[in-house]
């Protein structure tokens, strides 16, 4: 139910964890976007051309987790909060619009599109807190706000010619991920405090959860949409079938075995603040390995390109590094018994061009139920991925 604007506006720690309809309305958009960055990514035919799309998933990625943090620090069933998801919702429509004509032309579509939706979030945020009068999340907005109209002097100026300019689009989005790093320092009001950190609730965490599992989703629809162009044979079901169970692995090894984080005081500082670049990880990790069973399903037999190695293992494998990225980061530990069940996919590679794309996937996919299979010490064998703050 939508609340009234005069409501308090910062959400109280002790609220639902449970995100709203609107919210998941939101994750929906972004996936969609994510399926077409894999399939840009499957077609590309040069690691430059492949690059570049990265560098737009990176910001595709950083405007959802900047929104996610928006709705885990303000309420979302605020009407600021609401038109703040609205216009993420629509800024990513018209990034994803325009990638695959980035090019020819669209460079500032998504540009305007990109910076818009950062620029009327700060607006929106700084001007519903100076009603209420709420003197600390307003300057917590303002950072924000601040360093993405520096970043957004290099996006725009980027794509006045149409076409990309990739080294200031790399900038940009390394003022954007080096400013969050630091704490948004800006000049008269300093960094955002460090305590500000502690407010983290299991609303984030399910939020992360949320998307990375519908995310997850696009490994096997990028590949059924590409079947569903071509003939249904035994080799490209068998593809979809390999697809399947590379989904159902990866999402064992990020929920089920992957660990369960009780954190308290610092444990959950860190993993707010360390969640989007390690979840960026694993989110490459995924649209890596969307595109190479769209890939492989075009052509599931026959020899494997080297490009087609390099997703079809090194997708899968981004998305275990990632995750076990966090887990070190955030509780010094690193699973290393399963970390070594991704071995047998790399020591394969010098032979593996000769072999059939479907047989490479066989192999990482055996590696993946490795992983899981193999025991655990301690906490990290707990089923579900969960930030949680206590009082012990």
């Known amino acids: 139910m939508t609340t009234g604007g005069t409501a308090a506006l910062v959400r109280r720690t002790d609220g639902s964890a449970r995100a709203t309809l609107l919210e998941l309305l939101f994750d929906v958009v972004f996936v969609a976007a994510l399926a077409l960055v894999s399939k840009l990514i499957a077609e590309r035919e040069s690691w430059t051309g492949a690059a570049a799309v990265l560098l737009t998933l990176t910001a595709i990625w950083w405007t959802w987790s900047v929104t996610s943090t928006t709705t885990e620090f303000y309420d979302p069933d605020q009407r600021p909060i609401q038109v703040i998801l609205m216009v993420a919702m629509v800024g990513s429509v018209g990034m994803a619009a325009a990638l695959p004509m980035l090019s020819a032309g669209h460079a500032m579509v998504f540009a305007i599109a990109y910076v818009t939706t950062h620029v009327v979030r700060g607006v929106v945020l700084i001007t519903s807190l100076h009603r209420q009068r709420h003197q600390a999340a307003k300057r917590r907005a303002t950072r924000f706000l601040f360093w993405f109209v520096v970043s957004g002097v290099f996006w725009i100026t980027g794509a006045v010619t149409g076409a990309p300019d990739w ?7 390394a003022i954007d991920l080096i400013s969050a790093a630091v704490r948004y320092p800006t000049p008269w009001l ?4 460090i305590e500000q950190y502690d407010r983290t609730t299991g609303h984030l965490a399910e939020r992360y ?3 990375i599992i519908l995310a997850l989703g696009d ?14 044979d035994l080799f490209r079901l068998t ?20 660990g369960q984080f009780l954190l308290a005081g610092a444990e959950a500082r860190q993993a707010s603040r360390l ?5 960026l990880v694993m989110l490459a990790g995924v649209v890596g390995t969307a595109a190479s069973f769209d890939l492989v399903a075009a052509q599931p037999t026959g020899e494997t390109p080297v490009r087609w190695l390099m997703l079809i293992v090194g997708g899968p494998l981004l998305f275990v590094l990632g995750r076990i990225l966090f887990t070190w980061l955030v509780t010094n530990n ?3 018994r399963r970390l070594a069940w991704q071995l047998p996919a790399l020591l394969v590679l010098p032979w593996a061009g000769g ?7 066989v192999v990482v996919a055996v590696g993946l139920a490795g992983h899981i299979l193999t025991p655990g010490a301690g906490r990290e064998t707990k089923p579900g991925l969960e930030w949680r703050r206590t009082d012990a």
């Open 167 to 173: 080294t200031l689009w790399a900038v940009a989005i």
């Open 190 to 193: 300093g960094q955002v405090p």
């Open 209 to 211: 959860q949320q998307f």
């Open 219 to 232: 490994i096997i629809l990028v590949p059924t949409l590409e079947v569903s162009r071509t003939q249904f």
């Open 239 to 258: 593809a979809l079938l390999c697809a399947f169970t590379i989904m159902l692995l990866l999402w064992q090894i990020y929920v089920f075995r992957a």
């Open 275 to 279: 969640a989007p670049y390690t979840h």
């Open 334 to 336: 690193v699973p290393w």
């Open 355 to 361: 072999w059939p794309p479907l047989l490479v996937t």
